[in-house]
């Protein structure tokens, strides 16, 4: 049995749209809610709408932490969302993932687009070089509904069997069905770290 290390703030990852199916938005509600109820602060894009405001209104409704990052550039088009716990306005992109890794334990990935993959490949790949502060790997979680990331499990696979992600680097990415899984999830993987040098 591994050792369990404490999850203070997870960084949700997710899209600025609802997407196609109702599923999505119950996940992202779902998520919410489970990270307040287990007293976890949620870090994500500061945005209103799509995934983003309804995991960040969910947490909000069961009585949770939330910080929200976004760029000044983006705060009108992305509906800077105004009843957060915090609401960190930044100078660029860069700056607001730089901010959330900072700030937070571990990530999580909801469904999303560009965006949302860039996010999960950047904190990754951080991982993997020990660019995160303090030099520590800190892991992400895909959270799944309906098989949307069953493709990008598949591709992860496949870039191992490829030669191109060594096997013991697969393990940054992690892959669990259901909200409730996503703590537990990162604290295992937290307390299981893969030491640095392994890049």
Not at 34 to 39: H, T
Not at 96 to 106: N, T
Request: aromatic share 6%; charged share 20%.
């Amino acid at each position: 049995m591994h050792a369990v290390s404490k999850i203070n703030r997870v960084c949700v990852f997710c899209g600025s749209a609802d997407g196609t199916d109702p599923n999505y938005v119950d996940l992202a509600v779902a998520l919410g809610a489970d990270l307040a109820n287990r007293g976890v602060g949620l870090v994500y894009g500061g945005a209103h709408v799509g995934l983003m405001g309804a995991v960040a209104d969910a947490a909000l409704a069961h009585g949770g932490e939330v910080t929200g990052v976004i760029p000044a550039s983006l705060r009108d088009r992305e509906i800077a969302h105004t009843g957060l716990t915090e609401l960190v306005v930044v100078d660029d992109m860069h700056s607001r993932k730089r901010h959330m890794y900072d700030i937070s334990d571990g990530f999580c990935a909801l469904p999303g687009g560009y965006g949302t993959l860039d996010e999960i490949f950047e904190a990754t790949t951080w991982s993997q070089l020990g660019l995160h502060a303090g030099g520590v790997r800190k892991p992400v979680t895909l959270v799944d509904t309906d098989g949307f990331w069953e493709p990008m499990v598949a591709f992860l696979d496949a870039a191992v069997g490829a030669g191109f992600v060594k096997a013991h680097n697969r393990g940054l990415i992690g892959y669990v069905d259901a909200a409730s899984r996503v703590v537990p999830a990162l604290e295992v993987a937290v307390a299981t770290r893969v030491p640095l040098g392994r890049a």
